[in-house]
């Protein structure tokens, strides 16, 4: 279980290793892929007196108050707003701990009226009965008996669903980034707290065994002071282009006011409905969608939050299909521990995605695109200077689990369970979740920072006092 890097000028790394080709699997597939409507103020007594699963386990059905901490025996009962593609992966993750975490989505939400027939009889076959499926938000919120909402709306909804959900009582696993407009995303997280509420941000890294194996690793030094830290995620292909909803939806099965949130009024685009993420007033693309995820680590992995600087450029360079936002992405943040990160992704070439923590004493790579569990530590020692074939004498080892023997894969889905499931248990334990309402603004931050560079061109600056991004150093 050991290789060999070997460290090219040009600052990529190749590495031979006999099973490294094994393809990794980069995140966001775009492809993973009831109208009848009961009444939104029915109460949790009625809802669920009136539909009990014949010969199924009694379910408690005492209302909730909210400041009330969850029994080991109560049923959580859940809403899910946006149930579209990622929407579908959290419907199966919630699914599978549907027993072990005394979970039940009674409510299912989306404006448009194929995925929401589709979300509720998907749950109809998990649950053994019917959700509620309702087209509007508001009337998800306004039902006493739904204890905590998932939402996985598009990117330029979450903040502002956030802090209506929480500012309506509600518990929250938000997907990210947690917020792409500054003042809504601060907003939503002053409601978290102010609420009191328990929010995941769906970052499912931070709950998966390997990147906590490392984060713990790194948690003891073992790499000395990290000068550099870079991610490389890419992928060869017109990303976030061609989804087959775009010539399904039609207007009149939707809400496109509701749908636009807080954005100026524009006639219905099917484009811009299901390819957002290729628009710059609705996402920021790259940075949004996978530097969340890789920020995100690095925030978490070197406990530091907020970057002090960011730098970024890019362009459309490899698909000149209409798309505003970049498909060739770099950024360069420095932290006030004093580190430099960098965050680079290319659309036009899967040339192999890594990770790497810079460290006086090691390295700690991570071999594979986003959530790739192969981690590897490799000692630092002496320099290519001094001896040309220094690599020889840098002892490796590899992050493994206890007990096992293989070598960790290099690609993880998007379907693991540990994220959900730990804020299930914080539901009912009151604990703060792995991700939180102000490690979700962070990465958000990170990532608002990178996007204002990009555009503005120049080099922007985070004023922690004031919580503002600015053009020059602050004070
Ligand atoms: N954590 C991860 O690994 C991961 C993976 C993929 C996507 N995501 C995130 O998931 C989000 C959604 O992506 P997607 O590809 O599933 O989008 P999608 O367009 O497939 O689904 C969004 C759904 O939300 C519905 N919707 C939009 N606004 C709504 C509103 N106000 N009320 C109710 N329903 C509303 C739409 O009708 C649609 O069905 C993105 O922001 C992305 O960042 C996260």
Known sequence: MTGVFTFLRSGGIVVRMNDLKTKT????????TMDKKMDSKMDR????????????????????????ILGANDRISLGHIGI?????????????????????????????????EKAAAGATKVYGRAPRALQHLEDVLALDDVDAVLISTPEHAHSPILKMAVDAGKDAYVEKPMGNVLAEAKAARDAVRKNKRIVQVGTQHRSEPYP?????????????????????????GPRWRGRSEVKQIREEDTDWRKWLMNKPYR??????????????????????????????????FMEDSFPRSAVAHGGVFAWHDGRENADTFEALFEYPKGFLVRYATSFGNDAPSFSRFMGKKATLFNIG???????????????????????????????????????????????????MANWFECLRSRQQPHC??????????????????YWSGRKVYWDAKNEAIVDSAPA
Not at 215 to 236: A, F, I, P, R
């Open 267 to 300: 006639p219905f685009d099917p484009q811009l409905y299901f390819e957002f993420r290729l628009y710059r007033e609705f996402s920021s693309g790259i940075p949004d969608q996978w530097m969340s995820h890789g920020i995100d680590q690095v925030n978490w």
């Open 436 to 453: 939180t309402v102000d490690d979700g603004f962070a990465h958000s931050v990170a990532c608002m920072m990178a996007t204002e560079a």
């Open 369 to 419: 695109g986003e959530g790739s569990p192969r981690y590897q530590l490799v000692e630092e020692k002496g320099n290519h200077e001094d001896d040309s074939d220094v690599d020889k004498q840098r002892a490796s080892r590899y992050v493994t689990l206890p007990g096992e023997t293989k070598l960790p894969p290099m690609g993880i889905d998007d379907l693991s369970l540990g994220h």
């Open 25 to 32: 699997t980069m995140n966001e597939k775009m492809d993973s």
């Open 84 to 116: 579209g593609s990622r929407g579908g992966d959290l419907e199966f993750i919630a699914g599978k701990l549907k027993d072990s975490h005394r979970v039940e989505m009674t409510t299912v939400c989306d404006l448009w009226k194929v995925n929401r």
């Open 212 to 236: 906590r194996a490392a984060h713990d690793l790194v948690q003891t030094g073992v790499l000395g002071d990290v000068s550099k830290v870079e991610v490389e995620w890419n992928y060869h």
């Open 45 to 68: 007594r009625t809802f669920l007196g009136s539909t009990v699963a014949a010969g199924g386990a009694l379910l408690a059905s005492t209302a909730l108050s909210y400041g009330k």
